[in-house]
């Protein structure tokens, strides 16, 4: 074991995580300071370190590892539902920069084959990069951010099947047709094996885990990981490559599969280990291979590769976007979310150089490629969307929508009533009669403990966008949040809080990102009196400046009356709860309780 | 990457989970089945596999997690508080066969070096074999288990520390008075150095992450894989193996450093990387490196070995138990409980054989040692322990002490009350005004939410042995007992279950190891009425013969009178609580309520 040099690994993981955190400061997915890092370290600038078998074993297991979870964060019922924008987007920023890349790399005198690797290369739209600047932008509950989502979602997939059948051919040569029909027919078949053994196979697995009761989480890993291996195997037996079989294996381990759980749990160890551990050695290893040279001997390439990346991604995408109807601003908007790199472009390029299809001096251009692409996009975008935002262009849409209300009393039965115009609600309450009353009131109404899975469920939770809890106790509304948050993914949690609620639970409030009901902590019980007792009045009152609802409150205190606001009603008659993470604009009305 | 077979990997993992889940069926450690599957796999038997450098780089890494691993399990606070007899117990079972051991390798001509090491490999006890049998012979109670947890404990430091001396020597060869200083220094200052680190460093680290609010746990698990090896690179500096680095990182990354909950988080990766993916590795190959010629060959060493490791381990903690005062019955019952060998024995026998101080047939004859005498675990201790028991000599004892009894509500100060006469008994609540109550009544009490973490440490809850839940809400109940469960491993817990309390909060209590009080569902508040208004009468009556609580319970069901069994007295007067999972013996008496 002379190969395992402690030091080594010491320093690269150091690095990776220095190298990340300034990128994420800075706004910057952490791959890109991996790679930067990796750059400095490797043989092109400071030649501390350099590949060695440790290396590379290490960063062929993060791979495998970082393709599983890139497989489990893909939902399927996303895809299906990633409307026409989002298709559209996607298929024009993947396909114009593809092409445009091929032809760059023929005209360089690159082989077919490299062509092929570089025009995937730059036609990848990268999935990490965007959410967080999503968050930043606060764009995440505009239409952008859906199409964005979507449309990286489906270049992913489209970009890991052509390299599937790229690389099925790289092995086989010069051919005859029945040599690619029988190249074509290994391919399909790992595919359709891994769908039969993912659809079928895997839930019965998963059943019988859940009826012998074995919750034991190691255990799970192990068979989930031996899934991968044995996926990953399928692959390489039909002449693909390992990681396709393991981003099939993530795909297909997802939630209901297995104890819901204990599924988050794995989820969890996939990312720590691979995006914590393993997957940075591979992109700053992936920095040892990259040569300086290039600015020299490659200039043009390089600025030719990495403007017909840009030019390809965002005129594709915006060309592309046109028949949605929503305008080429918007698809240039589009566009800029879309033309980072990331993840698997990184991985395919390296998959190349070390097949020999594609040169160091390819390998190199590809990875400034990224890094160049990768900057652009917070800086790009930021452009674009003010730009819409001053043309009011900037459509806000959901891509979850709908309302789970904890609570059948009254008081949640007559905020419910007002959310249920437009949007679909769902009530949940353990009190049976509570439930019926809410459905004679004609709500969705579901009777269960909403601290038990099932009943969450049978709400339909993995569907709504909001979750708002109002029961009594807010130690039972946070930990349903917690529950919403953690096994439902629900985006927006809005929690009533106890007057007596200290401060551990607001700290439990911000570490799920939930918001607290009303803007301020309320007794509910008096409320509720007022309510069934027909003390109470609702009062309507518009905005005339931009405030945060923590300042309206604070103003409204100042009066001598109690007031319970419910919700904001936006300048489209569009009903919001009235939390404390939100502002009023303009225009928009508040309708509360006196 | 040529070395990067993935069919090798799936075999390997596939081998490890067989033989893994076939040795625990048969109530040994997964690590047994794990060698034996090697030893089969390998060349040995089968020749399917062998060690590759992508085999031997992953393994590293897994036992450096493992060694974290083992680290992080051993609490400071159990080695100080690890009683006389369990000193004396770890002592005479390491320094007899390691001893013994030493001298028979000498006598069949191995070198000093090889001796040393065999000395190690026959003085170690597993910890890992262990838990899983004391609770299949039903001993968790015991004075023996007690004795048998702490012996462990203090073998592995000692065999550690013992391998420290030995390795920073190993490289030095022959060399002077000023030489061995030398290394002796560098090894001193490696475990000043990390100590240093460790208690003062590291929980500034922790302070600054919890004031800056951090709460990424990749974050945090990336920090402290930088740590590992950090600690790891610096044994190497000092002449040691990085295994020892990674130990002591281990023992320093725990309770109270980092945010508990990602501690706890962190803790459950390591678990599962290293027992459920990567250690298996290291199993399963150091299988590959055993001959089986020894059969023929060094027989009379093997079976020499073997004796010497069981009559040394057994004898000498019986012989050095004596003075315990506890018999030397139970001396030789805790020597079979000590006998096996497992993780800790094969990870440093893999070292002396990848250094070349142990040859191939000392490697092949250490680890049929470790499976012979771990064989033995079970079927001795069976026997041993009823022997003890037909002569009324096997003693319960708990480690951990004390009730935390949640809820300060009448029936929760009246059971306080009888169980607080020997244990020390603490009651929650977060109504400060029951709380006040309690305290005049004499009890130990906090008023808090006992959801919170900080409650449960204000409340001691690391320190008890039983938790009871006693709350009119059995959702607060379990959720509290799953964190006493999984955050304060509080060995018992006791939860109130109202009678609306469906299937599912059943199953919540078989997951975290709970009992219901009273050993039936009951409503508390008419309880609680009849207590307070003096319409409650405490019985007692005496049991005749052995029964379980349930079927008392349902025997009392016959008869018309409602009531309330609080607790069980033994005959020598200690009180314990009435709940689902117990047995009550002929001459204890149950003191409940009509």
């Known amino acids: 074991m002379e190969e395992f040099n402690i030091f080594n690994l010491l320093i690269i993981l150091t690095g990776a995580w220095v190298g990340g955190a300034a990128a994420k400061r800075l706004g910057y997915p952490a791959i890109l300071g ?46 299906g539902k990633a409307s026409w924008p989002g298709l559209l987007a996607a298929i024009g920023g993947f396909v114009v920069p593809f092409g445009l890349g091929y032809y760059t790399i023929i005209y360089f005198g690159g082989t077919q084959m490299a062509a092929m690797f570089v025009a995937i290369a730059v036609g990848v739209t990268s999935l990490a990069t965007k959410s967080r600047i999503l968050v930043d932008l606060k764009l995440l509950n505009t239409r952008i951010a859906y199409v964005l989502m979507a449309g990286a979602l489906i270049s992913d997939t489209l970009a890991l099947i052509i390299f599937a059948g790229l690389i099925s051919f790289v092995d086989a040569g010069n051919i005859d047709t029945l040599g690619i029909m029988w190249v074509a027919g290994k391919a399909i078949l790992f595919f359709v094996l891994t769908a039969v053994a993912g659809i079928y196979l895997l839930p019965l697995l998963g059943k019988f885990l859940t009826r012998a009761k074995i919750k034991d989480r190691t255990l799970h890993f192990t068979l989930i990981l031996i899934i991968v291996f044995g996926f990953a195997e399928l692959a390489e037996l039909a002449g693909l490559h390992s990681i396709l079989g393991a981003f099939m294996a993530g795909l297909f381990i997802r939630d209901g ?162 959310l249920d115009k437009e949007d679909f609600v769902t009530v949940v309450d353990s009190n049976r009669e509570m439930v019926e009353l809410a459905k004679k009131e004609g709500l969705n109404a579901v009777a269960g403990n909403i601290l038990k899975e099932e009943t969450m469920e049978q709400a339909n939770a993995i569907e709504k966008g909001t979750f708002i809890a109002l029961t009594a106790n807010s130690e039972i509304n946070l930990l349903a949040a917690q529950l919403a948050n953690d096994s439902f993914y629900i985006p927006r949690k809005i929690v009533l809080m106890d007057p007596k609620e200290s401060g551990a639970g607001v700290d439990m409030l911000d570490r799920i990102n939930a918001s607290s009901m009303f803007a301020s902590k309320i007794k509910l019980d008096p409320w509720i009196y007022k309510l069934t007792s027909g003390g109470a009045q609702e009062m309507e009152v518009e905005i005339k400046e931009e405030m945060t609802t923590r300042d309206w409150i604070k103003k409204q205190k100042q009066g001598k009356d109690e007031i319970l606001p419910l919700v904001i009603v936006n300048t489209e008659g569009r009903k919001r709860p009235f939390h404390f993470h939100d502002t009023i604009s303009p225009g928009e009305k508040i309708i509360y309780l006196r």
Chains 1, 2 share one sequence.
């Open 34 to 79: 991996e790679l930067v890092i990796g750059i400095i370290l490797g043989p092109a600038i400071l030649g501390l370190l350099e590949t060695s078998e440790m290396i590379s074993v290490l960063a062929e297991v993060g791979i495998i590892l970082l393709m599983v979870y890139i497989g489990m964060e893909i939902n399927f019922r996303d895809l």
């Open 257 to 418: 599969v297995f104890n819901r759980q204990i599924s988050k749990e794995i989820n969890d160890i996939f990312h720590d280990v691979s995006i914590g551990f393993l997957a940075p050695i591979f992109f700053v290893s992936a920095g040892f291979n990259v040569t300086l040279d290039i600015f020299q001997t490659n200039l043009l390439m390089l600025i030719a590769v990495t403007l017909v990346a840009m030019i390809g991604k965002i005129g594709g995408t915006a060309l592309f976007y046109l028949p949605s109807g929503y305008g080429w601003r918007e698809g240039i908007t589009v566009g800029t979310g879309m033309n980072g790199r990331g993840a698997v472009e990184i991985i395919i390029a390296g998959i190349g150089l070390e097949m020999g299809i594609i040169s160091a001096e390819i390998f190199s251009v590809l990875v400034f490629m990224a890094i160049f692409t990768t900057l652009t996009v917070p800086v790009f975008l930021t452009w674009t969307t003010k730009w819409l935002k001053k043309r009011g262009e900037l459509v806000h849409q959901e891509s979850r929508k709908g309302f789970l209300i904890l609570g059948a009393n009254p008081l949640g039965i007559y905020l419910a009533k007002h």
